[in-house]
């Protein structure tokens, strides 16, 4: 079902507090030495496919094994005393879950973390193991908003969402700045959208750092609220979409998130789990790397567009590589 939301008035907009580059370039300095600068790949197969220069930002390697940690840690970093003490609680189908764990006991503070019921196993106890405690609930039929509003105002402690906050996006956008800062300006650049943290983060870093550059959000088809959203003009709610893209079975854009993409990014396109799939055995059997479906989204809708591409350089983010080893075997096997 598809329900509406009101989109932010004009007044209400001003009411936010919008990240800017600013803000990103903050975070970069903030997180130096605690996030890993991840590595820029390139394939001479993927290039030959699409005409084109590509640039992988492989956030897989990042600490925790997605770009997660970045937002977290600028989050964190910045609370005072008070909330150190009460703790962080946060809702997360996995690699936001893992971010906040570690940063929380990377800076000494207790973290509760709301997991779904089918959340990946190696997410779950990967988030046991930084030392979340974890609140589980179904995500079908629970509000899990809900439970951390409820968790925060019962225990004192600071909900940190996973995207939907200046400081989270802040802190994804500094993949970006990296990714240009090493290879120079782009032609193009795909970022996987759920709630749309990353892509938010990443346009405003690429806006200020290669102007021209087109900017474009890849979400699963069968979830294509972002899409929806971004052509209508306002935040579109959906029933959480049955995708193998975990990380990316968000409901509706966030209040922060929206207005930076409506006004930064260029398109927002989809890619089935069919597509998914050939492009983690394309990592793994090419790039020798193990991707998670989400950090496939954004070479799934760069592959399906080579005309557009040809001859263009071309940054394509991947967001993570947290996947159970058993099931990314049945996925590339087609068990």
Do not use: W
């Not at 700045?177 to 943290?197: N, P, Q, S, T, Y």
């Not at 690429?206 to 209508?232: M, T, W």
């Amino acid at each position: 079902m598809v329900r509406p939301i009101r989109p932010a008035l004009l007044n209400d907009r001003l009411m936010l507090t919008l990240p800017t580059y600013l803000d990103v370039a903050a975070a970069a300095e903030r997180i130096a030495g605690k996030a890993h600068k991840t590595p820029v790949m390139t394939s001479r197969t993927a290039d030959e496919e699409l005409g084109a220069k590509i640039f992988f930002k492989c956030e897989n390697f990042q600490r925790m094994g997605a770009f997660k940690f970045r937002g977290a840690m600028n989050a964190l970093s910045q609370f005072d005393d008070k909330q150190r003490r009460g703790g962080v609680v946060a809702f997360s189908s996995g690699n936001h879950a893992q971010a906040i764990a570690l940063s929380a006991k990377l800076l000494g503070m207790p973290a509760t973390i709301v997991m779904p019921l089918d959340a990946p196993a190696v997410k779950i106890a990967a988030t046991k193991g930084y030392g979340g405690n974890v609140v589980m609930y179904d995500r079908y039929t629970v509000d899990r908003e809900q439970i951390g509003r409820e968790l925060a105002e019962k225990h004192g402690m600071t909900l940190i969402p996973p995207y939907d906050h200046p400081h989270v996006i802040a802190g994804q956008g500094t993949a970006v700045k990296e990714l240009i800062e090493e290879v120079g300006e782009l032609d193009a650049l795909f970022v996987c959208l759920g709630g749309g943290g990353l892509l938010a983060g990443s346009a405003l870093a690429a806006r200020q750092l290669s102007p021209h550059c087109k900017i474009y959000g890849v979400e699963p088809r069968a979830g294509n609220d972002g899409q929806q959203s971004f052509r209508s003009g306002s935040i579109v709610h959906i029933d959480t979409p049955a995708t193998i893209a975990d990380g990316a079975q968000t409901q509706h854009l966030g209040q922060h998130t929206f207005p930076i993409i409506q006004r930064d990014v260029d398109d927002i396109f989809t890619a089935t789990d069919t597509e998914l799939v050939a492009c983690m055995r394309f990592f793994a059997e090419r790039m020798k790397m193990v991707v998670e479906p989400t950090g496939c989204l954004a070479f799934a809708a760069a592959r399906a567009m080579p005309d557009m591409l040809k001859g263009k350089r071309v940054g394509v983010i991947i967001s993570g590589g947290n996947v159970d080893i058993q099931r990314f075997g049945q996925f590339l096997t087609g068990d």
